[in-house]
């Protein structure tokens, strides 16, 4: 596979702490004052993506993580949100991404953020991903078409594709 756009410098990873639990969190030379809720891995404006995923639920993947950040919001605080990491390419956030969600665990295994998959979740296929997804997406385009989708309000969908293009740009 030649260097593409997911060989570009351009991803980060992201933490989201509770500024209501304050406390100190490692992960080798990473260290937190308050309490990991959420980690993730982006590029342009995804960082953000949580926050207006809370405010309107019935648009959330992820209803634990949306209803903690509501509860920090409705305390009359912010999540504290920050890069951990900027300038890597997309294998460099995987992995760090990955590092820091298996340092802290799943929420379903009694972990501390409120993340559900353990990032980079295709991590061990990752050199043929780009590859499938574009195979899936070739396979699924009539089904997906933007068209069909409800105009009422945005899916996952959409916001998924215009984050990604963001990302392509």
Known sequence: MSAGRFDQNKFYVY???????????????????????????????????????????????????AALIRKILNSGNNPLIFKVKEGLTNNEALTLEQKLIDKFGLTREEGI???????????????????F??????????????????KSRKSQIQIYWQEKQSCNS
């Open 133 to 150: 997804v574009r195979l899936i997406f070739e396979e699924e385009k009539e089904r997906l078409c933007l068209s069909r989708i409800q």
């Open 15 to 65: 933490v989201y702490l509770n500024p209501l639990e304050p406390g100190i969190f490692t992960c080798e030379d990473i260290a937190f004052k308050y309490k990991p809720i959420y980690v993730g891995k982006g590029c342009g404006n995804r960082i953000f993506h949580h926050l207006t995923e809370a405010k309107l639920p019935e648009r959330t993947i992820n209803p634990e993580k």
């Open 113 to 131: 953020p409120t993340n559900i998959n353990k990032g980079g979740a295709v991590r061990k296929h990752r050199d043929n991903l780009v590859d």
